[in-house]
Nanobody, 124 residues
Framework: QVHLVESGGGLVQAGGSLRLSCVAS????????MGWFRQAPGKEREFVAA????????YYEDSVKGRFTISRDNDKKTVSLQMNSLKSEDTAVYFC?????????????????WGQGTQVTVSS
C-alpha cells in the first residue's frame, strides 16, 4: 500500500502560478511511475502529466504543455507539478497517482494508488 498526500492547491488569479506537491509514504516510491490527473465539476477525470520512475521521461496533456512541469525527488519520495500561466479552465481538483513502472501513463485505470486531491481554483 502506498499512501499519497497532495498539497499546494489554492485560489490564484489567471496568469498566476501554483506548485503542487505529493508525498508518498513508502520507500518503494522510486519503483512507481507517477501521474497528475484533474477533475472539474461535472467532468471525467483527465490526465495532466506523468513522469517515469527514474524521472527521465515526462508526458503532458496538450493543453498544459509549456505551462506545467512535472518533477520528482525519489530521495524525498515527492512528485511535484509546477503550474504557470494558469487559466480558468485549469480549475479542478488535482490528484496524484502511482502506477507500476512501465504502465501507460495517460490511463487512470493503470494507476493503483491515489491521493485525496487538492483543489485548484483559477479566477478570471
Amino acid at each position: 500500500q502506498v499512501h499519497l498526500v497532495e498539497s499546494g492547491g489554492g485560489l490564484v488569479q489567471a496568469g498566476g502560478s501554483l506548485r503542487l506537491s505529493c508525498v508518498a509514504s513508502r520507500d518503494s516510491f522510486s519503483r512507481f511511475d507517477m501521474g497528475w490527473f484533474r477533475q472539474a465539476p461535472g467532468k471525467e477525470r483527465e490526465f495532466v502529466a506523468a513522469i517515469n520512475w527514474a524521472g527521465g521521461s515526462t508526458y503532458y496533456e496538450d493543453s498544459v504543455k509549456g505551462r506545467f512541469t512535472i518533477s520528482r525527488d525519489n530521495d524525498k519520495k515527492t512528485v511535484s507539478l509546477q503550474m504557470n500561466s494558469l487559466k480558468s479552465e485549469d480549475t479542478a481538483v488535482y490528484f496524484c497517482a502511482a502506477a507500476p513502472a512501465g504502465s501507460y501513463y495517460a490511463d487512470p485505470n493503470d494507476y493503483e494508488y491515489w491521493g485525496q486531491g487538492t483543489q485548484v481554483t483559477v479566477s478570471s
